[in-house]
């Protein structure tokens, strides 16, 4: 890996719900967590249950940002190996508050008795959690962030560093509007990540559930001219044979996430 480039690994790609067995190997069965690496800089898109597999060490202190709230997205934090090594102070950015003290507010709902042992603030790294900011900037590594489409809210974000870009668009319901949005903030990004969770027959008895297709994937991936499409939320019955039967029906530059894939920008 060169020092300006831009490296993604699939830790989890599962929506909705962790699952397990032979069915999923392929594909993975733990939930929404994507490591991005940028020189010294360590960057993690969600916290599902992926975020297990992260490593312990890192050259800098690592940040995490939380697109929404929903548990498939925090299940991962209280096992995350760097929240626990004291010689890392995580900064873990949290969406819809205004302050410090909302961010702990928010989080504690969740990590703390009884539902968990103890507040994340308690560990032994201390981590920072901290409101999300309209951007953000970490080194030559820069953050933006644009409201996405799903129930209680989502953020989508577009990182960029040394000219490379990448945009992350989970829990994202298409329409005419947000659809329109979503193209303009991805344009010419080299890399998107886009819901796919259902199929095109399975949308309609799930419409204004906060997710997306495939096909509506490809259209904002040509109208924004994305150069590569990378498909996230798998649902949780979709097994292996499923995701690669919709997989072969794909155009050029598209393909279903699969846990621990690395892609170098």
Same mark, same amino acid.
């Given at each position: 890996? &060169?020092?300006? @480039?831009?490296? $993604? ?5 599962? *929506?909705?719900?962790?699952?397990? *067995? ?7 069965? @733990?939930?929404?967590? %994507?490591?991005?690496?940028? !020189? ?23 940040? =995490? ?6 548990? @498939? ?8 190996? *760097? ?22 507010? =928010? ?29 953000? &900037?970490?080194?030559? $590594? ?10 209680? !809210? ?6 960029? %560093?040394? !000219?490379?870009? $990448?945009?992350?668009?989970? @829990? ?26 259902? /199929? ?24 924004? !001219? ?8 798998? /649902?949780?019955?979709?097994?292996? /044979? ?13 393909? %279903? /996430?699969?846990? *621990?894939?690395?892609?170098? =920008?």
């Amino acid at each position: 890996m &060169r020092e300006t @480039d831009l490296q $993604l690994t699939v830790l989890g790609a599962r *929506g909705s719900m962790a699952r397990d *067995g032979q069915d999923c190997a392929e594909f993975g069965g @733990d939930t929404s967590c %994507y490591m991005l690496r940028a !020189g010294e800089e360590t960057l993690f898109l969600d916290a599902g249950s992926g975020l297990i597999s992260a490593p312990a060490q890192y050259p800098k202190d690592p940040v =995490i940002l939380l697109s929404h709230l929903h548990l @498939d997205h925090l299940i991962g934090l209280g096992m995350f190996p *760097g929240i626990s090594n004291r010689e890392h102070r995580p900064q873990i950015y949290v969406p819809f508050c205004e302050d410090r003290s909302g961010a702990e507010a =928010i989080l504690d709902r969740l990590y703390a008795p009884p539902f968990w042992p103890l507040k994340l603030g308690q560990l032994e790294s201390h981590p920072e959690l901290l409101p999300m900011p309209q951007s953000l &900037r970490r080194g030559d $590594l820069t953050v933006e962030t644009m409201p996405g489409n799903h129930p209680g !809210g989502c953020l989508m974000f577009r990182i960029c %560093y040394h !000219g490379k870009s $990448l945009v992350y668009a989970t @829990d994202f319901e298409h329409g005419e509007e947000a659809s329109a949005r979503l193209s303009d903030f991805a344009r010419d990004a080299d890399l998107l990540l886009y819901d796919a969770q259902y /199929a095109e027959c399975e949308y309609e008895a799930c419409r204004g559930f906060g997710h997306s297709t495939a096909r509506k994937g490809v259209a904002i991936m040509e109208r924004s !001219g994305v150069k590569r499409l990378l498909l996230v939320h798998h /649902a949780p019955w979709s097994d292996d /044979a499923i995701l690669r039967d919709r997989e072969r029906r794909l155009p050029a530059g598209t393909s %279903y /996430a699969r846990q *621990g894939q690395v892609i170098t =920008i």
